[in-house]
């Protein structure tokens, strides 16, 4: 919805119409729903109380229209700006910490200061009077007034709702304008994320308007600085005030920017400790933040609690895939080309550790993503048939199994993007890379579910090599691997199944579907599974899989699949004979 029409509404009934509402029913959620927000505190990372406020349901959905209708109307305005590029990084899609911290490279100087209650400074006078008075907005003051009260809460942006980010970014836009403009007057780069603010330079004196050294080491904001902040509407925690010098180690946002973008020294080695003794002994220590504590205590967490060890992963590999993508963006090399870095070598263990050894449910590992939808609604379908593969909570079926889903990051870590070969690389290395773990034996089984075709032939060639003479079958030109059994054990809680052989002949997934169903017609296009056909009279299978078999899956149509499902229990079922 374009801002231009926005401007046009004049009342409550225009703006319900722009957000797809009857004015009844905007009236209610906005005016007599009660209660609107739920309030509770989380642990920041220093350990201090965070104030959250949640919207209810129905203010939530509202809010999150208000919120894309407003997305539109913050990249215009920062068109409108003397500066180009981004000033603002936080809650905004393509940018990131990273991105935030990145400009402020290779600088002499690294100035940062925080603002005190970001949201909270933000009340709905201001936000009120912004939607009218700027001048890229310009609206009718009801209309105003009633996105102001769907934004705010007790007066304020709320911590918790879909549209505070947003909010927060329009308010604090003035104020980028503002020290951007003082940053380039004075040759400084400026950045904000959130309510963390950056000035950087290479000068020779750091610029006093900016920051003054009141004694060694110790610096205030400027005069020209705070006046700025101050007339925005703002004010400092100036306990978090500091420069950086770079003859030592300078952070913004977290990460190190002295010579390039990274994490600190200290944070990567203690991911690597933490990994180290995982995987020796099946639980790892996390320090606690001690600034809010009279000690540093450490907090252990054992194999079936990996989720915090999984956000320190995922936040260093962020920060190698911004890099990596920059070079290859840059034109200097493919990212494929790119050597994995010895963390990146212990990622791909942990999430190996994880989905495959210490799984918390059955893992089912498929050839790409349409067969994980097949199996997992099948399941669901036949769940009271197989119920060492579902169960049933509160009347919803929940599975007991855990499908892989491929992504670059298991492309990148794990060498799985997929496909036959990745698969068959996983079956040879699987015992060996299941040795790195000592502390306590598989927890569940891996399952491996393929096509019984020539396509899967890597498969079966990988099984032989791993399993020896295990599944060889006597034929009159001496042996071949034996296709027709429902699973194969290969080592440690990794099993193959293969679909069954129809009269001798080979299999795919689909053809355990009806005629009827394969048949499905949308928009006049054919699903045509076995060949390609002529373009724009076919669909493909991802579209089968997700508007065809998920679109149907309460309908009776997994019958064909109780086969394979009786394998994949099988499986299930050797497993726990073999666990001690």
Same mark, same amino acid.
């Given at each position: 919805m374009s801002l231009h029409v926005l401007q046009k509404a004049k009342d409550l009934h225009d703006l319900a119409r722009i957000l797809n509402y009857e004015p009844k029913a905007l009236s209610y959620v906005l005016y007599v729903k009660k209660p609107q927000y739920t309030s509770f505190t989380i642990p920041k990372s220093s350990g201090a109380p965070r104030h959250i406020s949640a919207p209810c349901d129905e203010l939530k959905t509202l809010q999150r229209k208000v919120k894309r209708l407003l997305d539109s109307c913050i990249a215009s305005i920062e068109l409108q700006g003397p500066a180009k590029g981004a000033l603002a990084h936080g809650f905004k899609k393509g940018h990131s910490i990273i991105t935030n911290a990145e400009p402020h490279k290779r600088r002499r100087f690294v100035f940062n200061i925080d603002i005190t209650d970001f949201f909270g400074s933000i009340h709905v006078g201001r936000v009120r009077g912004f939607l009218i008075t700027n001048k890229s907005f310009q609206l009718a003051p009801k209309v105003a007034t009633i996105l102001a009260q769907i934004m705010c809460h007790e007066n304020s942006l709320p911590q918790g709702a879909p549209t505070s980010p947003i909010a927060s970014n329009l308010i604090g836009h003035l104020i980028d304008i503002r020290l951007v403009s003082l940053a380039a007057k004075l040759g400084c780069i400026y950045s904000r994320y959130a309510d963390d603010i950056t000035f950087s330079t290479n000068k020779k004196d750091f610029p006093s308007s900016i920051a003054i050294e009141v004694d060694e080491n110790e610096w205030v904001p400027?005069?020209?600085? !705070?006046?700025?902040?101050?007339?925005?509407?703002?004010?400092?925690?100036?306990?978090?005030?500091?420069? $950086?010098?770079?003859? =030592? $180690?300078?952070?913004?946002?977290?990460?190190?920017?002295?010579?390039?973008?990274?994490?600190?020294? /200290?944070?990567?080695?203690?991911?690597?400790?933490?990994?180290?003794?995982?995987?020796?002994d099946g639980n790892y220590h996390r320090k606690d933040e001690p600034r809010y504590k009279a000690h540093a205590n450490s907090t252990i967490y054992d194999h079936k609690s990996l989720e915090p060890l999984e956000g320190m992963l995922s936040y260093l590999y962020m920060i190698n895939n911004f890099k990596m993508d920059?070079?290859?963006?840059?034109?200097?090399?493919?990212? &494929?080309?790119?050597?994995?870095?010895?963390? &990146?070598?212990?990622?791909?263990?942990?999430?190996?550790?994880?989905?495959?050894?210490?799984?918390?449910k059955i893992t089912i590992l498929c050839e790409g993503k349409t067969d994980n939808v097949y199996l997992s609604c099948a399941i669901k379908s036949l769940h009271k048939k197989f119920?060492? !593969?579902?169960?049933?909570?509160?009347?919803?079926? &929940?599975?007991?199994?855990?499908?892989? =889903?491929?992504?670059?990051?298991?492309?990148?870590?794990?060498?799985?993007?997929?496909?036959?070969?990745?698969?068959?690389? !996983?079956?040879?290395?699987?015992?060996?890379?299941?040795?790195?773990?000592?502390?306590?034996?598989?927890? /569940?089984?891996?399952?491996?579910?393929?096509?019984?075709?020539?396509?899967?032939?890597?498969?079966?060639?990988?099984?032989?090599?791993?399993?020896?003479?295990?599944? &060889?079958?006597?034929?009159?030109?001496?042996?071949?691997?034996?296709?027709?059994?429902?699973?194969?054990?290969?080592? $440690?809680?990794?099993?193959?199944?293969?679909?069954?052989?129809?009269?001798?002949?080979?299999?795919?997934?689909?053809?355990?579907?009806?005629? =009827?169903? !394969?048949?499905?017609?949308?928009?006049?296009?054919?699903?045509?599974?076995?060949?390609?056909?002529?373009?724009?009279?076919?669909?493909?299978?991802?579209?089968?899989? $997700?508007?065809?078999?998920?679109? /149907? /899956?309460?309908?009776k149509i997994f019958n064909g699949f109780v086969p394979i499902l009786s394998s994949i229990s099988a499986a299930v079922v050797d497993f726990s004979k073999l666990k001690p």
């Open positions: 400027g005069t020209t600085l !705070l006046k700025i902040i101050y007339k925005c509407g703002f004010s400092l925690n100036h306990k978090k005030t500091r420069m $950086q010098y770079s003859d =030592n $180690q300078q952070t913004v946002t977290g990460l190190v920017v002295n010579k390039s973008i990274n994490a600190p020294a /200290q944070y990567r080695r203690q991911v690597r400790a933490m990994l180290h003794k995982l995987f020796l920059k070079l290859s963006k840059n034109g200097k090399i493919r990212k &494929e080309d790119i050597k994995r870095t010895s963390l &990146e070598d212990l990622h791909g263990d942990f999430l190996f550790y994880k989905n495959f050894y210490a799984n918390k119920i060492r !593969l579902a169960k049933t909570t509160g009347g919803k079926v &929940e599975l007991k199994t855990n499908f892989i =889903n491929y992504s670059k990051l298991t492309h990148r870590v794990l060498d799985l993007n997929g496909g036959t070969a990745d698969i068959a690389n !996983l079956i040879r290395s699987y015992a060996k890379r299941c040795g790195k773990f000592k502390a306590h034996p598989p927890s /569940q089984p891996t399952i491996i579910v393929v096509d019984n075709d020539s396509g899967s032939d890597p498969i079966f060639k990988a099984i032989k090599d791993t399993t020896g003479k295990r599944y &060889e079958i006597a034929n009159g030109r001496g042996t071949s691997f034996d296709k027709s059994r429902p699973v194969y054990y290969v080592a $440690q809680n990794l099993y193959v199944v293969l679909t069954p052989l129809r009269n001798g002949q080979d299999t795919m997934m689909e053809d355990f579907f009806s005629k =009827n169903i !394969l048949k499905t017609k949308l928009d006049g296009r054919s699903f045509e599974v076995y060949k390609k056909g002529l373009p724009g009279k076919t669909y493909s299978k991802h579209t089968f899989s $997700q508007k065809v078999i998920k679109a /149907q /899956q309460k309908r």
